[in-house]
């Protein structure tokens, strides 16, 4: 359970590990915050490689609090595959993205943001993790340079 009281439900752990040994060929996976705030739950999972329509996802997600629709926050686990510099093939990183634009809600915000760790513990063998409140923060090229480097 998280500082928040949210509590992670069993098929985004199952989800994750389902898209962390290749079975079935899930690329993403989105979380999201149920609509009581109590629980974090699997919104989408997808085989999809383009990376486009995921972010296209994140981007216009939306939260909804005391009656009052505004942009959303959501967690993501995105299988990033990707070629060496040197030419010695491809690598994978299965990356964590905790999405929170600027101009989202302050209570969607605040809980997504206290709540992170708990998802985060339990996803067991994340190689990077990716904190993103602006559009060009996910752009593909942005969030490749940083995990390859191992920053952010």
Known sequence: MSKSGVSV?????????ELKL???????????????????T?????GDG???TF???LVNAK???RGKESKGPRYAVYDFEYELESGEGKRNKITFIAWSPDDAAVFPKMTYASSKEALKNALTGLAAEVQAN?????????ILKDITRGKR
């Not at 699997?42 to 997808?46: A, P």
């Open 9 to 17: 439900t069993p098929d985004c752990v199952s989800s994750y590990n």
């Open 22 to 40: 290749g079975k079935g060929s899930i690329k993403y996976i989105i979380y999201k915050l149920s609509d009581d705030y109590k629980e974090i």
């Open 42 to 46: 699997v919104e989408e999972k997808s």
């Open 50 to 52: 383009d990376y486009e």
């Open 55 to 57: 972010r296209d996802k």
């Open 63 to 65: 939260a909804t609090y």
């Open 134 to 142: 602006r559009d060009d923060e996910i752009e593909y090229e942005t």
